[in-house]
């Protein structure tokens, strides 16, 4: 893989958070076990794509990992360590529907980056710089909320890109998109990747797995059944849930 850091950045670094080791975690609500003793590692360099049937867990998955909710057990660990407030600029999370400030494309992007304390002049250097990767740049001064679904959602990709984390968590990012704005959003996270970001995604598109994947991981009713490189998944999925999804004729 061709990675480019970003100047004075070296993801794969000294100071990386990857990889990211998961064990033995489980999601509990109620008296049932939605997620069942996931195990799995995460480490720099291939795109990894997270697929299964509806309520197989994806989302909940990506959720626990970014840490947006608790796992009723087992471990999240950083580079060995637990998660904690080091990690707040260094993965971040895009979701489904976009959440956006009613403000205009560029003050999006320059609250968050204030909040974590850029400087003014830096702040517009980086908004130039991720708007024009997006395809944006000619609508900095709009209302974020006038945008179609397709830019609504680069330009979410952009503001958590703007503080360049080392893992960004997609979750089903382009599912309300039609296939022209898909492919838009699938190039700007294959140019993040190039940068040398970490992607982790979820997708119900298996073109788009195909076509973003290097590696892929599927979930069947919480349990991780799967986990191979693209080309291993796709020609010869060792599960037989795999293999039904695959085929379109899984049952849930
Ligand atoms: N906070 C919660 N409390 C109770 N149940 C939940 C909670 N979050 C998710 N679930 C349930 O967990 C299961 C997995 O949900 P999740 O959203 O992770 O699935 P998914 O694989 O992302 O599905 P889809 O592909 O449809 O988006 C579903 O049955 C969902 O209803």
């Given amino acids: 893989m061709n990675v480019i850091p970003f100047p004075g950045q070296s993801p794969a670094g000294p100071s990386t958070i990857l990889p990211l080791q998961v064990r033995e975690l489980c999601f509990q609500v109620g008296g049932t076990l939605l997620l069942d ?8 360099g291939p795109r990894t794509l997270l697929i299964g049937p509806n309520g197989s867990g994806k989302s909940l998955t990506l959720r626990l990992l970014h840490g947006l909710i608790r796992p009723s057990s087992g471990t999240i ?8 407030r080091h990690l707040r600029t260094r993965q971040a999370m895009v979701f489904q529907r976009p959440v956006l400030l009613r403000r205009t494309v560029r003050a999006n992007i320059d ?16 908004i130039d710089e991720v708007l024009a990767q997006a395809g944006l740049e000619a609508l ?6 006038v945008l179609s679904g397709g830019e609504q959602q680069r330009l979410a990709i952009a503001r958590a890109w703007a503080l360049r984390p080392e893992v960004l968590f997609l979750d089903e990012p382009t599912s ?14 294959d140019t993040i990747h ?13 073109g788009q797995a195909r076509r973003l994947g290097d590696e892929i991981l599927f979930l069947h009713r919480g349990r991780l059944l799967d986990q191979a490189d693209a080309d291993t998944f796709f020609g010869a999925p060792e599960s037989q849930e795999a293999r039904a999804f695959l085929q379109g004729g899984l049952v849930v």
Avoid: C, F
């Fill in 176 to 189: 309300n998109l039609d296939p022209g704005a898909a492919l838009a959003v699938e190039g700007m996270i």
């Fill in 37 to 44: 003793h996931l195990n799995l590692e995460l480490r720099h």
């Fill in 140 to 145: 900095g001064n709009r209302s974020a909320r």
């Fill in 111 to 126: 609250y968050v980056l204030r909040i974590h304390g850029m400087g003014r002049a830096q702040r517009r250097e980086r």
């Fill in 194 to 206: 190039q940068r040398g970001t970490k992607i982790l995604m979820t997708t119900h598109d298996m």
């Fill in 77 to 84: 660990r950083w580079d060995g360590l637990p998660p904690d």
